[in-house]
């Protein structure tokens, strides 16, 4: 017979081993949080494709695989060729600090024809890069500086996050291999801990969870297209791909604006000041409509949770857990408006008579 005691000390040591678990993985928790939410993003799409793919539950190993290839494509493709270009870059400012090592660099004429503060900054330009010795210069206060540390750092940060996605995608595969067995535990372990609502709570965090990363790609996708015609407007020559690239940026919050005044101080530096002053303002309005009206209404909307909760968790989420909590704001958002108004209809059923 289990006393009471044995039953407090089973649940201490379980607790006890859950922490250590904790403890033991918490370099990879965020790697399987992503791939939780890339796992209930894509389970809809990936079970429709196992259907076509086979009938028959052996054969899911192929279709996994192949859907998690394909992300980790979509993901890693885009990094390694903006990585490439980079290290391109590189190269060709190199060659351009050792021309500039020799003989320095004259000004360029959109400097020159910057409005108002051509002058200055035609003098600012001949002071550091005019002469061979103004470089030199220049290149020991770069050496000396902590400009090296932060190069290394920001590689280590690159490959840090390459091996954090290798382990996102690897959880990822194993979450879709055995995705109908995980997910009627976890139904059924929270039905267990909160009851005949507990089932309810994780179907809905999961709506949550999807409607988050459709709101955020429909409003990527949707800015990307209005600035092109914006960029389009604004006399750039290659709008179309202006466009493309800030649609894949806007993927990241508020990260549109980063292309949006990027193009906008190039127009100013080329002296297109109205047009410059137009796509500033035009991209601001842009940005900020949708991603702090739209895509909190859209989410809203799909789990019915009111707007102001959703652009409050939106951007708790994310000042407290980063780009990650950008999908666990909504979604334990949506938790505690469905608790909540659990707990008001139960509050407002009537009391039954036991006498």
């Known amino acids: 017979m289990t006393t009471i005691t044995q039953v407090r000390a089973r649940w201490a040591a379980a607790f006890g081993l859950f922490l250590t678990g904790l403890w033991i993985l918490h370099g990879f928790l965020v790697p399987i949080a992503w791939a939780v939410v890339l796992g209930i993003t894509l389970w809809p799409l990936y079970a429709r494709f196992k259907k076509h793919w086979s009938q028959r539950d052996s054969e899911s190993f192929v279709p996994a695989l192949i859907v998690t290839l394909v992300m980790a494509g979509l993901v890693y493709g885009p990094l390694t060729y903006g990585l490439l270009q980079v290290g391109q870059e590189a190269q060709s400012v190199l060659h351009l600090l050792q021309h500039a090592h020799q003989d320095g660099l004259p000004t360029p004429d959109w400097i020159l024809g910057l409005p108002k503060m051509g002058p200055q900054a035609a003098e600012l330009w001949q002071h550091w890069l005019g002469s061979s010795a103004a470089v030199k210069d220049l290149l020991k206060q770069i050496l000396s500086s902590d400009l090296p540390s932060y190069t290394r750092q ?135 409509l949708s991603d702090n009206y739209l895509k909190p209404k859209l989410i809203g909307n799909a789990v019915k949770l009111p707007f102001i909760w959703t652009l409050l968790g939106i951007l708790g989420g994310i000042e407290t857990f980063g780009f990650l909590g950008l999908f666990l704001g909504p979604t334990i958002m949506a938790i505690l408006i469905s608790v909540w108004r659990d707990s008001l209809s139960e509050s407002q059923e009537p009391l039954v008579d036991r006498d």
Not at 166 to 182: K, P, R
Not at 233 to 262: E, N, R, Y
């Open 154 to 288: 920001f590689a280590s940060l690159i490959f840090h996050r390459y091996a954090s996605a290798f382990f996102t995608f690897v959880v990822l595969f194993f979450l879709l291999l055995n995705g109908e067995l995980l997910g009627r535990r976890v139904l059924y372990l929270c039905d267990r801990a909160f009851g005949d609502h507990g089932s309810r709570y994780a179907l809905h965090a999961m709506a949550a969870v999807r409607a988050t990363v459709n709101g955020i790609v429909l409003v990527a996708l949707g800015q990307g297209v209005a600035l092109g015609f914006g960029y389009a407007a604004a006399g750039f020559d290659h709008a179309a791909l202006m466009g493309v690239i800030t649609g894949l940026i806007a993927l990241v919050p508020f990260a549109a604006k980063i292309i949006s005044v990027g193009a906008s101080m190039v127009l100013f530096g080329e002296g297109k000041l109205g047009p410059g002053v137009g796509l500033f303002v035009y991209g601001l309005l842009i940005i900020i």
